[in-house]
DNA sequence: AGAGTGTACCGTACATTGTACGGCTCAGGT
DNA sequence: ACCTGAGCCGTACAATGTACGGTACACTCT
């Protein structure tokens, strides 16, 4: 990173950010608010390393520095960036525990939402220490997430590793396919025209110690073959939800049998 | 970011890097592997972001520009630094498939070894686009961890995304588990001090509706005083892995009872 | 109405980054 | 002995986050 020493965001500060009514125009009409829609915006478009304090102030027509008398800093301002995209998921709490299906619809129900927010806005993974954004919204989601999974027979602490598996299958698959559809952009090359721009290089190299490289040249040549690419990022999401739904129903049904 | 367009990583370049067998010492001793291990190194202690250009020239006694004549770019030393500490994981390929426990040890012990690196060089999370670094060792390392899962029944694909569902599980909790240390370090806080930090806060906002967060009160208390933590990343690795692999059970399962 | 005061706003400056560019200095071949 | 090419590097530049100190406005109190 450059500039100045960055100074690390003070988590007390984005507290009471978050939890603040912050609702105060100022005379030029700049809001938090309107500070941190701009922002989104931007990072929606180029990412959050290509987000700047210039570019925010620019568009919102105000001095650079005049951001910093509504927010500490980036680092603060990522934070806020976040709960408000990512702790807006469900219209009320009750949301997922209504859908169909029980638990494993309410879990699939989820885990969509979740894949649809990180898709729209894939700057969330370059938050770091998602610690310090523990808004309200964020604890609403939380709660939301967890009311299908009450009354089930797991005990508290199951409940969060249920949820917390769940969610980082789908961040994990969600940051996959986002760095390949990053790596596609910035390199201007699609995924098969990369493939086909390295595989002589590859064979050539392989064809060496072919039998060292038995499993993964097969494999690799089926998977790319099967899907015009190295990887299929919905693929990934259903297929590994699917074992991991399957798991936690042993879990759930070795609980009630106890009981 | 800062600097110069800092030029995405030419993916070629990258390839022939890693394939190569750069090996020409220069008149200062400068070498690829050299340039490599120091920014290892100093990306240990300091992080992907805090590792500058600068800072490797320093250490390896030589002035900024000379990496250059070596490595093109810092995306591409990435990359190198990426397969350096990525494609060194198993002794020989059938380390994995040699282990007790039929597939579900192997799984276990794939699992285990890549927590290890992910946690010994957490930096690993920062490298951008990934699919760049495809070199020998890399591929060796995919080799390695689809041959416990030959001769099961499943296909190709399925041998393929089973991998891939482990391996981003692995990731995703090494992840978080990094984020969580990496707070700690920046804020000087630990853990439990951070908690009770911002306690009072969260308990008076939440006071005033108490039903809205009924669950994620009661559960996050919960899982507080289990972990002393927000989250445990040991046990989230091994309760995760559990179910996923008891799903995969069922999934092999299905497959051999149909041949 | 007039004066005073706090706060929103912002212009400038600085440290730090990646790397383009052009020059220097040697090792090795002829 | 000289030329050539490559390794090495000093300087310059654009971009960053933000510290600092100044300006100008809205509001309160008399």
Redesign the interface.
């Known amino acids: 990173?450059?500039?100045r020493k960055a100074a690390?965001p003070d988590?007390?500060r984005s507290?009471?950010l978050l939890?603040g009514s912050h609702a105060k125009p100022g005379r030029s009409g700049l809001t938090v608010r309107a500070i941190v829609d701009a922002a989104v915006e931007l990072a929606d478009t180029d990412g959050l390393?290509?987000l700047s304090m210039r570019m925010v102030a620019e568009r919102l027509k105000v001095g650079t520095m005049s951001l910093y008398t509504h927010v500490p800093g980036k680092g603060e301002l990522t934070d806020l960036m976040f709960d408000r995209v990512y702790g807006d998921l469900y219209a009320d709490?009750d949301e997922p525990s209504k859908q169909p299906g029980g638990w494993r619809g309410a879990l699939e129900f989820i885990a969509q939402r979740n894949w649809e927010v990180l898709t729209a806005h894939p700057w969330i993974h370059e938050v770091?220490?998602?610690?310090?954004a523990?808004g309200?919204n964020i604890?609403?989601k939380?709660?939301a997430e967890?009311?299908p999974l009450?009354g089930l027979g797991l005990?508290?602490?199951e409940?969060?590793?249920?949820l917390?598996?769940v969610l980082?299958?789908v961040?994990?698959?969600a940051?996959?396919a986002a760095?390949?559809l990053?790596?596609q952009r910035?390199?201007g090359?699609s995924d098969q025209e990369?493939w086909t721009?390295?595989s002589p290089?590859?064979a050539s190299?392989?064809a060496g110690a072919a039998d060292?490289?038995?499993?993964?040249g097969?494999?690799?040549t089926?998977?790319g073959e099967?899907f015009q690419s190295?990887?299929d990022p919905g693929?990934?999401l259903s297929?590994?939800l699917?074992?991991?739904?399957?798991?936690?129903g042993?879990?759930i049904a070795e609980r009630s049998a106890v009981e």
């Open positions: 990173m450059a500039g690390a988590p007390a507290l009471a939890w390393e290509a709490p770091p220490a998602a610690r310090n523990l309200p604890t609403l939380y709660e967890l009311r009450d005990s508290d602490v409940m969060d590793s249920v917390a598996l980082t299958h961040l994990g698959t940051r996959a760095e390949q990053r790596s910035e390199s090359l990369w721009g390295i290089t590859l190299v392989m060292r490289f038995r499993l993964a097969r494999v690799g089926s998977v099967h190295a990887m693929h990934a297929f590994g699917t074992r991991i739904l399957d798991g936690v042993l879990l």
